[in-house]
T-cell receptor, first 112, second 113 residues
Framework: DQQVKQNSPSLSVQEGRISILNCDYT??????FLWYKKYPAEGPTFLIS?????DKNEDGRFTVFLNKSAKHLSLHIVPSQPGDSAVYFC???????????FGKGTRLSVIA | DAEITQSPRHKITETGRQVTLACHQT?????MFWYRQDLGHGLRLIHY???????NKGEVSDGYSVSRSNTEDLPLTLESAASSQTSVYFC????????????FGNGTRLTVT
């Protein structure tokens, strides 16, 4: 049973517009959430995270929103740039030193 | 700069052969992980270790083993390679503290023929 779900395999956005990537989770014990970005032939790189005690975390053009009651988080990228074209993975973990559980990923294409 | 290195980057092997993928990190991290990435499945956890002599099974551990004899290395062994193990394998490490992010290697693409 998939605990972290990214239901959109792909997303296309025009340069300069907002990209919104969505993620749902089923495990109510998850208390820390992360987004990773992956370019072809490279490993995933950490992008931004949020703890369950917060509902928003911002870092430059990237903002993550967490809705615990809906078990939903989203990553907003504003403004989107061609270099943002990549696969984005949502990940979550329980409290403590536990392994990350990843979603299937969403491929973002930013069109110039 | 600290880094995490995987070798080889590409490997082709035959069904039934034993294969070992190397992972070496210079972050001095206690935690190390192996994931595989497959189309339609995302990243799935194979094995992980929280320190020397510690190993744990992940979601898809059947057919794989790991050993942790020092802090820097966590080799992944496929005891008898199967075509279903054709995949891209990623090693990652993190500090032992809560909420520390994973640092990934660049992956090994393994093809089992």
């Amino acid at each position: 049973d998939q605990q972290v779900k990214q239901n959109s395999p792909s997303l296309s956005v025009q340069e300069g517009r907002i990209s919104i990537l969505n993620c749902d989770y089923t495990n109510s014990m998850f208390d820390y959430f992360l987004w990773y970005k992956k370019y072809p032939a490279e490993g995933p790189t950490f992008l931004i995270s949020i703890s369950s005690i917060k509902d928003k975390n911002e870092d430059g053009r990237f903002t993550v929103f967490l809705n615990k009651s809906a078990k939903h988080l989203s990553l907003h990228i504003v403004p989107s740039q061609p270099g943002d074209s990549a696969v984005y993975f949502c990940a979550a973990r329980n409290s403590g030193n536990t392994p990350l559980v990843f979603g299937k990923g969403t491929r973002l294409s930013v069109i110039a | 700069d600290a880094e995490i290195t995987q070798s080889p980057r590409h490997k082709i092997t035959e069904t039934g052969r034993q294969v070992t993928l190397a992972c070496h990190q210079t972050w001095n991290h206690n935690n190390m992980f192996w994931y595989r990435q497959d189309l339609g499945h995302g990243l799935r956890l194979i094995h992980y270790s929280y320190g020397v002599q510690d190993t744990n099974k992940g979601e898809v551990s059947d057919g794989y083993s790991v050993s942790r004899s020092n802090t820097e290395d966590l080799p992944l062994t496929l005891e008898s390679a199967a075509s279903s193990q054709t995949s891209v394998y990623f090693c990652a490490s993190s500090e032992g503290q809560e909420n520390s992010p994973l640092h990934f290697g660049n992956g090994t693409r393994l093809t089992v023929t």
